[in-house]
Structures are given as structure tokens and as C-alpha cells.
């Protein structure tokens, strides 16, 4: 399985960005998938998750500036950002949660990260 974000880049304070992220490989289902960064000397931090059913989870560093959402037939899910600040600079990494099928043989709650994609906010 395979995570492969895009759409980072550098954007002026008060821009937006649109991340896109695609599952490929062994997947049989995905239960969530989601969006974590990591700001420079500091932890990940969630960003946003959606999950099966359609919830969804925001960080409240991010709470009202962003959406997420997800397309189960593509295995993508968007991260839109708006109201971009500095504080928001960091590598943007996809997750999901989700169950392969390998030579016949169902694997539940694997969990997976992409690469990451770089998120510059300045001016």
C-alpha cells in the first residue's frame, strides 16, 4: 500500500491550498484517512480525519480553516486550506487506517503514512 500526497508549496499568509492525497495497492477497504503535519522542532499534530461513516475530526489549530474530504471510490481525500498563516508551515502527511486483501487473506486495522508534502506559509 501506498500513500502519495501533493499540492504543497509556498503560499503568502492569508492563501490557500488545496493537498490531495491517493491510495493505491493490496487496499480491500478503508475505514479513515487523514491529515497530520509536522511544524518545524515540533510533533505531528492531527490536521483533519474522516472517517467511514462520513465524521469528521479538525485540530483546533485549524478548526474553521480547513475541509476535508474524501472520495471512497478513488481512495483520495482533499485537504482544502484557507486563512493560511506562518504558524501553519510545516510537512503535511497523509494517514489511513484500513484493511488489505494479500493472496486471499483479509488484514484488518493496518495503518499507513505518506511521504509527506512540504507546506511553506510567508510572505
Known amino acids: 500500500v501506498q500513500l502519495v500526497e501533493s499540492g504543497g508549496g509556498l503560499v503568502q499568509p492569508g492563501g490557500s491550498l488545496r493537498l490531495s492525497c491517493v491510495a493505491t495497492?493490496?487496499?480491500?477497504?478503508?475505514?479513515?484517512m487523514g491529515w497530520y503535519r509536522q511544524p518545524p522542532g515540533k510533533q505531528r499534530e492531527l490536521v483533519a480525519s474522516?472517517?467511514?461513516?462520513?465524521?469528521?475530526y479538525y485540530g483546533d489549530a485549524v478548526e474553521g480553516r480547513v475541509a476535508i474530504s474524501r472520495d471512497k471510490d478513488k481512495n483520495t481525500v482533499d485537504l482544502q486550506l484557507t486563512s493560511l498563516k506562518p504558524e501553519d508551515t510545516g510537512i503535511y502527511y497523509c494517514?489511513?487506517?484500513?484493511?488489505?486483501?494479500?493472496?486471499?487473506?483479509?488484514?484488518?486495522?493496518?495503518?499507513?503514512w505518506g511521504q509527506g508534502t512540504q507546506v511553506t506559509v510567508a510572505s
Open positions: 494517514n489511513a487506517d484500513l484493511t488489505t486483501l494479500k493472496n486471499g487473506f483479509l488484514s484488518t486495522g493496518e495503518n499507513y
Open positions: 495497492g493490496s487496499i480491500f477497504s478503508i475505514y479513515s
Open positions: 474522516i472517517h467511514a461513516a462520513g465524521t469528521t
